[in-house]
Every structure is written in C-alpha cells, then in structure tokens.
C-alpha cells in the first residue's frame, strides 16, 4: 500500500519487518525526505486486523503532538501577545494558585516547571475541568523552575493550549487546525478531532495495541471519546506523511510548502536550540537537552560509554548516525518525529504497537540507524 518503493529503503524495511515478526507492532507508516524531495512515503503491515495500512490512514502520534503547541505559542509570540519568560499565570491568573506564579512558558516548553500531575482525568473530564484541576496543583517540592527538569506528560501542554485560547479567542484545536495544519497542507490531522470528522473516519483510524506480553490487546484510544476531546500534548492523529511537514517547515526555515512562511527563520531557530541543557530528567532518568518543544540531540551524553557490548539507547533519540543539531519529538513508545539540518532530512515514523521501554528504545534506533546507512549517510563502521 506504500506510495513509494520499499525497496529503496532495504535495511529499514527489514528492520520494520523483524519487530513484526517479533510480535512489536502490527503495521506503521514510515515517510522519509531529504532536500526537500520525497524518498520514501511507507505503509507496511496492517492499521487493524485485516485491514491494510495506507499511507494516508490516520494515526495517532501521541507526544509527537507536543512540538505543534510549541509552534502556536511561537506564533503569538511573533504576534507580541506574549513573551516567553511570561509568568504563565500573567495569562491565566488562576494558575498561581499554591505556589505557582513564577512558573514561566520558557519552563513549561523546557519541561522545568515541575507540575507533573498525572491523573488529569482526562478524556472524560472536559478542558475546563482539566485546566482547572491543573491550576488548582501544588507545585512538587524541591523543584526550582528552570533548574530542576522532568518530563510532564501532559498538564504542562494543557496549560500552553490553555493560554493559546485566552489570547486568541480559539479553542487550541481550532487554533492548530486553522494556524499550522492547513497551511502545512495537513488535511488529513487533527488534535481534536470534530464529531462529523469521527464520524467519517471511525473505520479509518489505526488501532493502537498494546504489544508489551507480545500478545496484541487494543487500547481505546481510536474511539470517539479519546480522539474528539483534544490534549494537546497526546492525540495528535493524522498520517505521517503530514506529521512530517512541520519538520520539512522548520528545514525550510519557517515557510510552508506554498512558499507562505509560517514562523520567521529566527522564531525556527528558537525553537530548535538547545534551552535547556545538561540536566538531569527526573521522569527518563537520564539527561537530556531541550528546544522550546522540541528535544535535541542527546546522544552525547551516552556516546563513547558502553554497557556491555553496545552503547546505551538515549530515550527519545536519533540514533547514533543523527547529526548534533537533530531535533523532534517522540511519542509513547510508537512514534518518532525529528529534522536533520545537516543532511536535510525531515523522518516520521510510527508504528500501531507500544511494547515496552526497552522494546521499543532498540525498535526505534534499530530503524533510525538503518535509514542513516539506506541513505548512505552512517560512517562504514555502522
């Protein structure tokens, strides 16, 4: 069902196919440019027992949605409706609430807030009950904002989503839809999806499995509840091939595929430098670097140390072939989403089964790293 040659990507579609066998996932998408120019736009395998995956089937990307909140707080603050070290109760004044009126949008983009509440108790809670469950939170102790850095999951990007609405009116789906996927041309993705849209793809959508005992059990999150109530850091959905156009934007510094720009080149490169740098992530366990959104290349802190016979697997990384400036997202052990600028390469990737960590981390470099050697871009010792 791939719109392009899977032959052109040998090592890589092996790769794909060894965690089929191994019961990792049932099907994926796999779309791959460089300079600009398609190399690979992949459907392999099946979106749901029976029914084969196309490239063009929606499916979810999970925290690989978190950079296109990023992008909208981007937006306005080109706009000047905001600054980025804006206390972010400046804008939502309930958020201040028990201790949190220093925490910044610069701290929540950087994941240094330190308000990672877990049970938000979304879907079935709507927006309002999530912001303000969110407001109501005690920062964790010992945290200093900026300093100390931990992966939050979600409550962070309710927030920023939260503080897109009150400047622009919008609800953050709207927004994203209106803002960044129509002028990507992504016609097929949602953060959000409306009803009547449900309604048409319900059939469509890729079913998410869980692959941890290699027996497949679906997860609900293709019903109507999980992919109409929007969370802005975990129900992105729509086909790769389009998730992948906003890191084909950022390679074109800002401008879309019609020529329109989208964020300056300046605005591009905020966001794909490194903010925070060399601490500690308290929820990965490892360190880690971050853009505004966007995780930078990691590997550095891991390279050259060996745990037996290989090197350790940087969660959420590029592999050992990706270039220093390498940025993206990842999403829930299923997704991977980044931008090479030394090569030009923009990769998206997902596949429909979440094993666990360890699973997962050698699926991920295992196809990133055969990529890298299918385009000719890892050293012959790889």
């Known amino acids: 069902m791939s719109s392009t040659d899977p032959s052109r990507l040998p090592r890589t579609v092996a790769a794909f196919e060894a965690g089929r066998r191994a019961g990792l996932h049932r099907g994926g998408q796999f779309y791959v440019s460089r300079q600009g120019e398609v190399v690979a736009d992949l459907a392999l395998g099946e979106a749901r027992p029976g029914k084969p995956m196309k490239p063009d089937t929606p499916i979810l990307w999970l925290s690989s949605s978190k950079p296109f909140a990023a992008v909208a707080i981007a937006q306005l603050w080109e706009r000047g409706l905001l600054d980025l070290d804006d206390p972010i109760a400046r804008h939502v004044p309930e958020f201040a609430q028990r201790g949190k009126e220093g925490i910044t949008l610069r701290h929540a983009l950087t994941h240094t807030g330190g308000f990672r509440l877990l049970n938000l108790g979304w879907p079935q809670a709507s927006w309002e009950e999530v912001v303000e469950r969110i407001c109501h939170t005690r920062p964790e102790p010992r945290w200093v904002p900026g300093e100390t850095a931990g992966y939050h999951l979600a409550s ?62 679906a997860f609900p999150w293709h019903k109507r509840l999980y992919l109409t109530r929007s969370n802005p850091g975990a129900n992105g959905c729509g086909p790769v091939r389009e998730l992948a156009r906003l890191y084909e934007m950022f390679l074109a510094r800002g401008r879309t595929p019609s020529g329109e720009r989208l964020l300056s080149p300046q605005t591009v490169e905020a966001l794909s430098c490194p903010h925070r740098v060399g601490l500690f992530d308290k929820t990965f366990q490892t360190y880690l670097d971050w853009g505004l959104g966007l995780i930078v290349n990691s590997r550095h802190y891991v390279a050259g140390r060996d745990d037996g016979d290989e090197e350790p697997i940087v969660p959420y990384g590029y592999g050992r072939f990706a270039s220093r400036r390498a940025f993206g997202h990842s999403g829930r052990r299923s997704s991977t989403a980044f931008a090479d600028p030394e090569h030009g390469l923009a990769v998206a990737f997902a596949v429909n089964g979440i094993p666990d960590a360890e699973s997962h981390d050698r699926r991920t470099r295992d196809l990133v790293e055969n990529l890298y050697r299918d385009l000719g871009l890892a050293p012959s010792q790889g």
């Not at 503080?163 to 609800?171: A, E, H, Q, Y």
């Not at 803002?179 to 998410?208: H, N, S, T």
Request: aromatic share 12%; proline share 5%; glycine share 8%.
């Open 156 to 217: 962070s990007w309710f927030i920023l989503g939260e503080v897109v609405r009150r400047l622009d009116g919008r609800p953050f789906e709207s927004y994203v839809r209106s803002e960044i996927f129509e002028p990507l041309g992504m016609d097929r993705c949602w953060i959000g999806m409306p009803e009547e849209v449900f309604d048409g793809l319900e059939d469509e959508v890729a079913e998410m499995e869980n692959t941890e005992s290699r027996t497949a059990v």
